[in-house]
């Protein structure tokens, strides 16, 4: 898992995450840059604000890398709690040794990747997302419907498939829930 996801500093979105954080910490010396000028998407995650407070305490580099070994340490052990849930015997060994072996990109080109080398607000939503997915199988509703709140607050977009996945779960018990769909 490590030789395969080596830190990769702060670099792809992790500069733009970064300089929201910067912007949180001092908002007038990054009031004017043409990023934030006509609004960012930091509207729509409250990641930067949880963020600044480590770049204040750990440096700009310090915070991307403790980011990124706690996201990475995350994704791991959700990964793990939910092959553990889906798999038995031989099966859930050989599923994690895949997980660790298998680059992880996907997309056109190899554009995306899961549990990325660097700080982004998809470094801790993932994880959630996948907990959320063993906590749904291991009947913890609530953790769950937690572990999403808080992956959407970060990332909506990575949260989504998540909370669909979570949802549907529940609706083939309930099928009622299907007419509440078009309220989501």
Same mark, same amino acid.
């Given at each position: 898992?490590?030789?395969? *996801? *080596? ?10 995450? @970064?300089?929201?954080? =910067? ?30 407070? @480590? ?7 310090? +915070? ?12 791991? #052990?959700?990964?793990?709690? @939910? ?29 995306? *990747?899961?549990?990325?080398?660097? +700080? ?16 749904? =199988? ?6 769950? =419907?937690?572990?999403?709140?808080? #992956? ?18 529940? #609706? ?5 829930? @299907? ?6």
């Amino acid at each position: 898992w490590v030789l395969g *996801r *080596r830190y990769g500093g702060i670099t792809h979105d992790a500069t733009l995450y @970064l300089a929201q954080g =910067l912007r949180r910490l001092d908002p007038a010396l990054y009031g004017n840059e043409l990023f934030f000028a006509h609004g960012s998407q930091d509207a729509y995650t409250v990641f930067p604000r949880l963020y600044a407070p @480590l770049i204040d305490a750990l440096g700009a580099g310090g +915070a991307a890398m403790a980011l990124t070994v706690a996201g990475q340490i995350a994704f791991f #052990a959700a990964a793990g709690a @939910l092959v553990f849930r889906i798999a038995g015997g031989l099966t859930r060994w050989w599923s994690l040794a895949l997980l660790a072996a298998v680059s992880g990109y996907y997309g056109g080109v190899g554009v995306f *990747r899961i549990a990325e080398a660097f +700080a982004t607000a998809r470094t801790l939503a993932e994880p959630l997302v996948l907990a959320a997915l063993a906590c749904t =199988l291991a009947a913890r509703p609530r953790t769950a =419907l937690a572990a999403l709140a808080v #992956a959407a607050a970060l990332h909506p977009l990575v949260a989504a498939p998540g909370i669909a996945a979570v949802y549907l779960w529940h #609706a083939v018990e309930r099928p009622w829930l @299907l007419w509440t769909a078009p309220l989501l």
